[in-house]
C-alpha cells in the first residue's frame, strides 16, 4: 500500500509563487502516473496536472504556464510549481497515485491513492 503526504500549503498575498510537495512512501512500485489535483468549496474536483512517474512526459493542464510539475523519482517526491496565485486558486490541492497510463489525461477515477489535501489560501 502507498502513502501520500502532501506539504507547502498556506497562507499567502496574491502574486506570489508557491511549490507544493507530496512525499510518496510504502509499496511505490507500479506507479505509472502521479497527479494533482485540487477542489475548491463547493466546487467540483479539478484536475491541475500529471507526470509519468519513471518516464519523461509531462501533462501542466491548462493553466497557462502558472502551474508545473516536476518529481524527484529517487527521493519519492512529487512537486507543483504555482505561480502569481490569485484569489480564485484558493482550494485544498492533493496529489494522487495511479498504475494506469491514460491517468495522465486527469480521469480522476482512474487514480487508486490520494493525500490528504494541503490547503492554499490566497487572499491580501
Known amino acids: 500500500q502507498v502513502q501520500l503526504v502532501e506539504s507547502g500549503g498556506g497562507l499567502v498575498q496574491p502574486g506570489v509563487a508557491l511549490t507544493l510537495s507530496c512525499k510518496l512512501s510504502?509499496?511505490?512500485?507500479?506507479?505509472?502516473?502521479m497527479g494533482w489535483f485540487r477542489q475548491a468549496p463547493g466546487k467540483e474536483r479539478e484536475f491541475l496536472g500529471a507526470?509519468?512517474?519513471?518516464?519523461?512526459?509531462t501533462n501542466n493542464g491548462n493553466f497557462e504556464g502558472r502551474f508545473t510539475i516536476s518529481k524527484n523519482v529517487a527521493q519519492n517526491t512529487l512537486y507543483l510549481q504555482m505561480n502569481d496565485l490569485q484569489p480564485e486558486d484558493t482550494a485544498i490541492y492533493y496529489c494522487?497515485?495511479?498504475?494506469?497510463?491514460?491517468?495522465?489525461?486527469?480521469?480522476?477515477?482512474?487514480?487508486?491513492?490520494w493525500g490528504q489535501g494541503t490547503q492554499v489560501t490566497v487572499s491580501s
Open positions: 494522487a497515485r495511479s498504475k494506469i497510463p491514460t491517468a495522465w489525461y486527469g480521469t480522476a477515477r482512474q487514480y487508486d491513492t
Open positions: 510504502g509499496e511505490t512500485w507500479g506507479t505509472n502516473v
Open positions: 507526470i509519468a512517474w519513471n518516464e519523461g512526459n
